[in-house]
């Protein structure tokens, strides 16, 4: 099973996305959404493939190893293209604490990573999440699926603005009905 070149391909389209839309100054919030809400879902797809093409086959070093190296290039690569993010100010404070989170997550997965490729033993392998550093990354994972839940409630909150676009005296910014879905959890995905 050679997993790598999916990953890198979706991946290295996010990074576009994101660097395309993080070019010209401060975006608009739907904008900043919009490139969020493509990325994650892109990675989470990803990130669900990945578990279904792992549980087709038998466990081994190899392909336990392949699915934490995909999983940790999934990672950073969405970290990396959230960085390049110039969101707008009313979006700045839940993109530092989504910063915060996923790095948080990232570091907490790495570890995880590091321990699958220091083992040769796959009963460790399998029971990873369930020691002291996959319970921590899976608190890292909820914090930032809360952060997520935040930030697509706030967004879902511009609705209460309809009534405000193509009003020329009211700003633009106020005019923004952003509509996303960030398929937080796993039964959005």
Same mark, same amino acid.
């Given at each position: 099973m ?9 991946t290295?389209?996010?990074v576009?996305?994101?660097?395309l ?16 809400e ?6 989470n ?6 578990v /279904? $093409?792992v549980? !087709? %086959?038998?466990?081994?070093? +190899?392909?336990l190893?392949?699915? *934490? =190296?995909?999983?940790? &290039? ?9 960085e ?7 979006a700045?404070?839940?993109?530092? /604490? $989504?910063?915060? !989170? %996923?790095?948080?997550l990232? +570091?907490?997965e790495?570890?995880? *990573? =590091?321990?699958?490729? &220091?083992t040769?033993d ?5 029971g990873l ?7 921590a990354a ?10 997520c ?13 309809s009534g ?11 005019q ?10 796993g039964?959005?995905?």
């Amino acid at each position: 099973m050679d997993l790598p070149l999916v990953p890198r391909l979706l991946t290295g389209i996010a990074v576009i996305v994101f660097a395309l839309a993080a070019c010209g100054g401060s975006m608009t919030l739907t904008e900043y959404a919009t490139a969020v809400e493509s990325s994650l879902n892109s990675m989470n797809a990803q990130l669900a493939e990945d578990v /279904a $093409a792992v549980e !087709a %086959v038998a466990p081994s070093i +190899a392909v336990l190893r392949d699915w *934490a =190296d995909n999983r940790m &290039a999934l990672r950073h690569d969405f970290l990396a293209g959230l960085e390049e993010l110039n969101p707008p100010s009313e979006a700045a404070d839940l993109h530092e /604490a $989504a910063l915060a !989170a %996923v790095r948080a997550l990232v +570091a907490a997965e790495q570890e995880l *990573a =590091d321990q699958a490729h &220091a083992t040769d033993d796959v009963e460790m392998l399998l029971g990873l999440w369930d020691t002291p550093a996959g319970e921590a990354a899976q608190l890292a994972d909820q914090k930032a699926v809360e952060i997520c839940l935040a930030a697509q409630a706030a967004l879902d909150a511009t609705a209460d603005r309809s009534g405000f676009v193509g009003m020329p005296w009211v700003p633009l910014e106020l005019q923004q009905v952003v509509r996303v879905a960030f398929a937080c959890t796993g039964d959005e995905q």
